[in-house]
């Protein structure tokens, strides 16, 4: 299957920071790429969904101004948490997907990125 | 509203078989997915179904009844590996994927 890389794989920072996570896809073009944010022992949340060039999607309830979605090109998409806090601190997870590519398309899953805000 | 139902959690022992059981509500449907997330980790991708029947691979297998809204993986010769939360995921009809929330299957030599 495609590769999907994500950057940091973990990070702690301190409260009122910025944190920017990257996620790229290696081997294929991403026209969507997705942000998922899983707190310990519950299900992936979809927070917002990107296409390459446009404005991101954003889940209900996700504050855009707080976590900003950059999707400049058909590989990379940046996820910047804004002024941090540690209930912001989660495990966030990128996915990338071709949904121009006929019947059958898969979510490629980044290895994820864990975030400590103390 | 959309909804994902799976068992929270199963045990199972090693050698055996287990079933892990997915119902679903959802507004649309553009196909089925099931994944497994071992502890700390991003899912892997287990399989796929869109149509009716089962789809084979390897020692794992999933089921779809569109009709019933219902789905099964079926996890064969368990392994202690295979200890998990396994995710089914529908794809609705904006093609978003609505995720459940998860079952974990513990193994037990």
């Known amino acids: 299957g495609a590769v999907v890389s994500q950057h940091p794989s973990w990070v702690i920072c301190k409260s009122g920071t910025s944190v920017k996570i990257e996620c790229r896809s290696l081997d294929f073009q991403a026209t969507t790429m997705f942000w998922y944010r899983q707190f310990p022992k519950q299900s992936l949340m979809l927070m917002a969904t990107s296409n390459e060039g446009s404005k991101a999607t954003y889940e209900q309830g996700v504050e855009k101004d707080k976590f900003l979605i950059n999707h400049a090109s058909l590989t990379l998409s940046t996820l910047t948490v804004t002024s941090a806090h540690p209930e912001d601190s989660s495990f966030y997870i990128c996915?990338?997907?071709?949904?121009?590519?006929?019947?059958?398309?898969?979510?490629?899953f980044g290895p994820g990125t864990r975030l400590t805000v103390l | 509203g959309q909804n994902i139902d799976q068992p929270t959690e199963m045990t199972a022992t090693e050698g055996a078989i287990v079933q892990i059981n997915c119902t679903y509500q959802?507004?649309?449907?553009?196909?089925l997915f099931w994944y497994q997330q071992h502890a700390g980790e991003a899912p892997t991708f287990l399989s796929y179904?869109?149509l009716d029947g089962l789809e084979e691979k390897g020692r794992f297998s999933s089921f779809l009844s569109r009709s019933k809204g219902y789905s099964y993986l079926l996890l064969k010769e368990l392994q202690m590996k295979d200890s998990a939360s396994y995710l089914c995921a529908v794809r609705d009809s904006n093609y978003q994927l609505i995720w459940g929330a998860g079952t974990k299957l513990i193994i037990k030599p």
């Open positions: 996915s990338a997907g071709n949904l121009a590519g006929g019947d059958y398309n898969e979510q490629f």
């Open positions: 959802t507004s649309g449907f553009n196909g």
């Open positions: 179904n869109v």
